[in-house]
């Protein structure tokens, strides 16, 4: 059972903007740096965002993370095809002593 | 390039056992922690287990506590998980993940584990 809650899908034209919250607590969101994380269709995840807003070597810069208080919003704009995936939030939860992921977002470019 | 590549799964009955490894490459893997996720088959990601380093620090999900065990040697870059007493609800594609500022900076292509008799 996730203790990070995301949007179960959004969508939006080729070209258009989408963001995607993640909900946690202070426990995990609230006091630690929140990784987003892209899969493809049948792929490994890969990293999109790490420490609530750098993008690691190779990640464009249609990809931005942002992070306030207990929320966290991952922003893709430029909308393409090859962005449709499911997208998750992480971040580690210091009273669970555990990593924590969120429910994870589908991305649909109509 | 960094590489990392799970072996180990298949079929297993409940209540067998199964270890999973992860060999790793093309980075000094003693100086990084790493990281089990699995995927249950079209579920979402869930964290299994953690180790650092220096196999100074091990953590586990609550589902997998007293049932699985995380290891590593580090003079041999592989990462290991024990599974025992599985369940049906452990059938899922497991991942090996190195953490960097984020429990996962790389990760495998993933070995499917599938429990059923």
């Known amino acids: 059972q996730s203790v990070l809650t995301q949007p179960p899908s959004v969508s939006a034209a080729p070209g258009q903007k989408v963001t995607i919250s993640c909900s946690g607590s202070?426990?995990?969101?609230?006091?630690?740096?929140i990784s987003w994380y892209q899969q493809l269709p049948g792929a490994a995840p890969k990293l999109l965002i790490y420490?609530?807003?750098k993008r690691p070597s190779g990640i464009p810069d249609r990809f931005s993370g942002s992070k306030s208080g207990t929320s966290a919003t991952l922003g893709i704009t430029g909308l393409q095809t090859g962005d449709e995936a499911d997208y998750y939030c992480?971040?580690?939860?210091?009273?669970?002593?555990?990593?924590?992921f969120g429910t994870g977002t589908k991305v649909t470019v109509l | 390039e960094v590489q990392l590549v799970e072996s180990g799964g298949g079929l297993v009955k409940p209540g067998g056992s199964l270890r999973l490894s992860c060999a790793a490459s093309?980075?000094?893997?003693?100086?990084?922690?790493m990281n089990w996720v699995r995927q249950a088959p079209g579920k979402g990601l869930e964290w299994v287990s953690s180790?650092?380093?220096?196999?100074?620090?091990?953590f586990y999900a609550d589902s997998v506590e007293g049932r699985f065990t995380i290891s590593r040697d580090n003079a041999n870059n592989s990462l290991y998980l024990q599974m025992n007493s599985l369940r049906a609800e452990d059938t899922a594609v497991y991942y090996c993940?190195?953490?960097?500022?984020?429990?996962?900076?790389?990760w495998g292509q993933g070995t499917l584990v599938t429990v059923s008799s």
């Open positions: 993940a190195r953490a960097h500022h984020s429990l996962g900076e790389y």
């Open positions: 093309g980075f000094a893997f003693r100086s990084y922690s």
């Open positions: 180790i650092s380093g220096s196999s100074s620090y091990k």
């Open positions: 202070g426990s995990n969101m609230g006091n630690n740096y």
């Open positions: 420490d609530n807003n």
């Open positions: 992480g971040t580690w939860d210091s009273s669970l002593s555990a990593n924590v």
